[in-house]
């Protein structure tokens, strides 16, 4: 089984610890740093699907919030693009479920965090507390997910809360960057897996 992880920043960069068998396969890891944003992360990682043929793709990362606290974890499974939901009544797609592929290959079907997200992207870093739908911001997930549904290949993404949007959130990102590096990585390697064990 192939597994891609990505991330935006090397900040963000964890190196997982998945148990080395699922059943009797064996799990090789990639990871991709995309860069910051939707145009430029939707790129690198097409580019990477295209190249190395993925079977899941695990998006790592901080987030900031307005709902939640600062070191909660939450697993997103739904994105919203907030610059597109402007446009909502223009009939513009601004909303991805990925649950479903996820559920197809039996993938993550355990991972809950602190409870399921709803990460809303956008090309823009929020610092002011706006009325944003959904649990957690991020600049770079709506355009993953849309990319592995196009190339049909399942997509989860795992946020660590770093800040809470109006309060300061550039200098809480970068403080909690390093928390933010131990807890995804203690998070991920605590799951035991992508597919449960029958144990």
């Known amino acids: 089984m192939r597994i891609l992880v990505t991330y935006a920043v090397q900040g963000e960069f964890t190196e997982l610890k998945f148990p080395g068998l699922i059943g009797e396969e064996e799990v090789q890891i990639g990871y991709l740093r995309t860069g910051i944003g939707k145009v430029k992360s939707a790129f690198y990682l097409a580019e990477a699907i295209n190249q190395g043929r993925p079977d899941l793709v695990v998006n790592i990362g901080t987030a900031g919030t307005i709902r939640h606290r600062v070191g909660d974890i939450l697993v997103c499974r739904r994105f919203i693009d907030r610059d597109m939901q402007k446009l909502n009544g223009l009939g513009v797609e601004w909303e991805i479920d990925s649950a479903e592929l996820l559920a197809q290959k039996g993938y993550c079907l355990h991972w809950d965090g602190n409870g399921e997200g709803v990460c809303n992207t956008g ?5 002011e507390l706006l009325d944003v739908q959904g649990d957690v911001v991020d600049m770079e997930a709506y355009a993953q997910a849309m990319v592995c ?10 946020k660590y809360v770093t800040d809470i949007i109006g309060q300061n959130s550039v200098k809480h990102w970068e403080d909690k960057l390093a928390d933010a590096r131990k807890g995804l990585g203690e998070f991920l390697e605590a799951l035991g897996g992508v597919v449960r064990s029958a144990n």
Not at 123 to 127: E, G, I, Y
């Open 149 to 158: 549904r196009a190339k049909e290949v399942p997509f989860i993404s795992v």
């Open 123 to 127: 090309d823009s870093f929020l610092t």
